[in-house]
């Protein structure tokens, strides 16, 4: 993935709505969700929809197909997999780093 489309796809994602809306399309795995299914159960209107769906779509992480009238919009799981890929690609520069237990992880998060 280039640094260009991770922009993108980060940009996309830096919303509230439109992270509930990719979180929701994991969720749901292939089959997907037509936009008035994410309407009901996100309580949105649906021109705000549309927009945060074109977005998403553009940036990568989701795709639409239609379905006779419907539209399925999908998570694009190659492309999420590709941007988390970009984000830990030489993590802790090759040394372990994964924290091993709850304490550890609170040492971390706890300043000195």
């Given amino acids: 993935m280039e640094s260009k489309e991770v922009v993108q796809a980060l940009a996309a994602l830096a919303h509230p709505l439109r992270l509930e809306v990719f979180r929701a399309l994991v969720v749901a795995g292939q089959s997907g969700l037509t936009p008035g299914v994410i309407q009901e159960a996100l309580g949105v209107a649906p021109a705000t929809?549309?927009?945060?769906?074109?977005?998403?779509a553009g940036s990568g992480l989701v795709t639409q197909e239609r379905a006779s009238r419907h539209l399925i919009y999908r998570a694009a799981y190659d492309n999420m997999n590709a941007l988390l890929?970009?984000?830990t690609d030489n993590c802790c520069q090759g040394v372990a780093c994964a924290v091993e237990t709850a304490a550890d992880a609170m040492q971390v998060l706890t300043p000195p």
């Avoid at 549309?50 to 977005?55: G, N, P």
């Fill in 49 to 56: 929809l549309s927009f945060h769906l074109k977005e998403l």
């Fill in 85 to 87: 890929g970009y984000l």
